[in-house]
């Protein structure tokens, strides 16, 4: 049936050319390359696909949360928007697209939402011409019958996985490697997003910072946003913490911890599995909107927002307890102090993760302010026992000036490292170069 957003879309946006790129790197081409079969020889001045803008089949499997969509649909927007490509959302839960952008429709299996048509992957999955570039995201396995057509295209359409995010070093040698199919005449390449530059970095939209200086420069917009939740500016000493977080971690204690404090805190939690949790653990019967309010401490659960909403909760607050992977990087942006609450895995593997994250960020910190982040994120991720989170939240909010200008800093820094989405078109447009016959 055919879907009434989509009947005004024009079936191909082109996006900028790139023949300069393409001249630039033909040169130290390796053996076995040739420019007719990659489609960059161009005699007859047919559109290269680079020229053409390619087509981007991006495909996404919503294995449990919201990071695996989080992810997929960040990059689908950029992409379409900034680089003026063609790109198809393949995603079999739509109803997780919805929750992270109500503009989404949980039930229409074709729509087209922000210069994105988003498909319902479903079973059986139906025949399709695949994209220029196909994206697995999270090593989601592409269906069978599309890896068949995908095989059968001359040249094979680019196919990467986006894996997922570590600070682990282990990421640099695997960034950008190429695993060729057991069977078919296809090779996918390993795309590690990652925390330098040799790896593929973060994914940051270009006009990011603006909005976010925008936002906090315009102090009546400011007093407005905070009036949505029913507050006033912020007090001189009052911390304003936002808190996404999975239910394992110990928001009660945390909780209590600040009810002690001489620190007032106003706590913004968003509705879902650990709110309920904390609900549940307090004996607290009240609904979204409600206030909690212990000692120095108040907290309230509030809606989930889209993407953008989220992102100015994170701007606007002074401290931000994040999770997964999206939020994460997102908190990294906003240039405010941060509490990671990493997913957990198996047999504690991520633990690893978690220190190796550490390591860097507390990099050139001395060792006590150092210390006060390790030990609340330990604490908060279970790592250190629960008696110690009282204690380490102590020592975190005495240091957090200075936590908060190293975060700042630190976000300056991470903003050098590469854009994700911009070098995944840019080594998009390399890998037919070096592919050897
Ligand atoms: O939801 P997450 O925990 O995601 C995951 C998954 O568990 C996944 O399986 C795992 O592999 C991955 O983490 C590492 O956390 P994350 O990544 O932060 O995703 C949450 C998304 O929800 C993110 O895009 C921000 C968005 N969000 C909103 O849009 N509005 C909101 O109000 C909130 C709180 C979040």
Not at 82 to 96: F, K, T
């Amino acid at each position: 049936m055919a879907n009434p957003r989509l009947r005004d879309q024009k079936p191909t946006q082109w996006g900028a050319p790139r023949q300069g790129h393409i001249i630039a790197t033909v040169r130290g081409r390796p053996r076995g390359f040739s420019l007719a079969r990659e489609g960059l020889f161009n005699p007859n001045n047919t559109p290269t696909w680079l020229e053409m803008g390619a087509r981007w089949d991006i495909f996404c499997k919503v294995i449990d949360n919201l990071g695996d969509i989080g992810v997929a649909w960040r990059l689908a927007r950029m992409l379409a928007a900034e680089h003026g490509l063609e790109v198809r959302l393949w995603v079999d839960d739509l109803a997780a697209l919805e929750r992270i952008w109500p503009s989404a429709s949980a039930i229409e299996p074709v729509q087209r939402v922000s210069g994105v048509e988003v498909r319902h992957w479903r079973t059986p999955f139906p025949s399709t011409e695949p994209g220029d570039v196909v994206i697995e995201t999270f090593q989601c396995a592409l269906p069978e019958s599309y890896l068949v057509r995908m095989a059968a295209r001359s040249p094979a359409p680019r196919w990467i996985n986006l894996d997922y995010l570590s600070a682990e070093s282990w990421v640099s040698g695997c960034h950008k490697l190429p695993s060729p199919h057991p069977r078919l005449p296809l090779t996918k390449y390993f795309y590690f997003p990652g925390f330098d530059a040799t790896t593929g970095g973060l994914l940051r939209e270009r006009d990011l910072d603006e909005e976010r200086s925008t936002f906090l420069g315009d102090r009546d917009g400011l007093a407005c946003y905070w009036a949505q939740h029913g507050l006033a500016m912020p007090q001189d000493g009052e911390l304003r913490v936002s808190m996404f977080c999975y239910p394992e971690a110990p928001a009660a204690e945390l909780l209590q911890a600040w009810s002690l404090g001489t620190v007032r805190i106003t706590a913004l939690m968003p509705e879902g599995p650990a709110a309920d949790r904390l609900r549940a653990s307090l004996g607290w019967s009240a609904g979204t909107h409600a206030w909690i309010e212990r000692g120095s401490a108040r907290l309230r659960i509030v809606p989930f927002t889209d993407q953008s909403r989220f992102d100015r909760l994170l701007w606007a607050c002074d401290l931000n307890f994040v999770r997964g992977e999206d939020s994460f990087v997102r908190a990294q942006w906003a240039q405010r102090p941060l509490v990671w609450n990493i997913y957990p895995q198996a047999e504690n593997a991520h633990w690893i993760k978690l220190h190796a994250f550490l390591d860097r960020f507390t990099a050139g910190l001395g060792d006590a302010d150092a210390q006060a982040i390790r030990q609340l994120w330990r604490a908060w991720n279970g790592i250190a026992r629960p008696a110690e989170l009282a204690r380490a939240w102590e020592d975190f909010v005495a240091r957090r000036e200075v936590i908060a200008r190293h975060t700042e800093h630190w976000a300056r820094e991470l903003v050098r490292v590469n854009e994700l989405a911009a070098g995944l078109v840019e080594f998009c447009g390399d890998i037919g170069k070096y592919a050897v016959d």
